[in-house]
């Protein structure tokens, strides 16, 4: 898959099939759109394009910069990457592009720049200017420029927003395993290892304390999790904590994953996290050692449920 950081970056001599969206969290519902895509392309001898933006549309027309989304970039590549589409732009969403009209769109945008021959939306999507024009403006675009437009069912686009808003509510509620069912794998965490206040250690559970760089990523509600941690292309399981440290009276909210069966030093190294399933509310205990008790009962739960995994 070719990937591209602007529109003007993309160029090719055959025609495309183009599909548009911010395909966030690249889930179930999201899949079928990209596979459609992908056997259009075939059919009709064509590459396939899926155009994306970032920052999100709604972090820059609306300023909501407290949106959380499901994937960073690079997670968003290596998940699309999976479904064989030629060519991905992921193009910078700003003022200036939110202006143009929709036929300015269609012309310099899909027919000019990507030699557009056919588009897969949805049948309620709106583009250009105010997001003013519709897919039938669209289909009137596509007589006059001589290409298709193929629609998304509105049933098909029930299920891609019914799972987005799912998955994001239930991240929030901690609720994993719906979560997972509606993105079709399971959601992940990457960061950098950085060096913590190293208490776990000294009740013999040692923690990696996990830094997202990424603001605007998605973590899921505060509590216990079992989890997958890849490492150097190497995986293993272990238990997550996110939250506050009650226990230790600390206020600011950290992430931090006990591994199992691991003891290698793995400060400023980038590690993925995947969430298998949340055993539990985070609380505060009288002494580090009621945590310990806790905590080895955790353990020998995880220990007994990743062999589901």
């Known amino acids: 898959m070719n990937i591209f950081n602007s529109i003007s970056s993309f160029t090719t001599k055959k025609k495309t099939i183009v599909t548009i969206g911010t395909f966030d969290g690249v889930h179930i519902g ?41 994937n960073t970039i690079e997670e968003k590549k290596e998940l699309i990457s999976e479904f ?51 897919i039938d403006d669209l289909i009137e675009f596509g007589t006059k420029y001589n290409f ?35 993105l079709g794998y399971n959601y992940t965490l990457s960061g950098l290892v950085i060096e913590g206040k190293k208490i776990g250690r000294t009740i013999n559970f040692p923690t990696a ?46 992430i931090e994953v006990h591994i199992f069966d691991f003891n290698q030093s793995i400060y400023n190294q980038n590690i993925k996290i995947c969430f298998l399933e949340r055993i539990r509310d985070e609380e505060k205990y009288t002494s580090l050692d009621e945590l310990k008790k806790q905590l080895e009962k955790d353990k020998i739960f995880s220990l007994a449920r990743i062999k589901n995994y």
């Open 148 to 182: 298709d437009v193929q629609q998304i069912t509105a049933k098909e686009i029930d299920e891609i927003a019914i799972s987005s808003t799912k998955i994001r509510n239930a991240l929030l509620e901690g609720d994993i395993e719906t979560a997972n069912t509606f």
């Open 30 to 70: 999201h899949k079928k759109v990209l596979q459609k895509l992908h056997n259009l392309a075939i059919e009709k001898d064509a590459e396939s394009v899926l155009l994306t933006f970032f920052p999100h549309p709604r972090m820059v027309l609306q300023q909501d910069l407290d949106i959380k989304l499901l």
């Open 209 to 254: 304390n996990i830094k997202i760089d990424e603001e605007y990523k998605l973590i899921p509600q505060n509590g216990v999790y079992i989890v997958s941690v890849e490492i150097n292309k190497s995986t293993y399981f272990g238990m997550m904590n996110i939250g506050t440290n009650p226990t230790i009276s600390d206020s600011s909210q950290s």
């Open 84 to 134: 064989e589409i030629n060519h991905l732009i992921i193009h910078p969403f700003d003022l200036e592009f939110s202006r143009l009209t929709a036929e300015d769109f269609v012309k310099t945008i899909l027919v000019d720049q990507l030699n557009i021959c056919s588009i897969i939306i949805g049948y309620d999507h709106r583009f250009g200017r105010n997001r003013t024009a519709t």
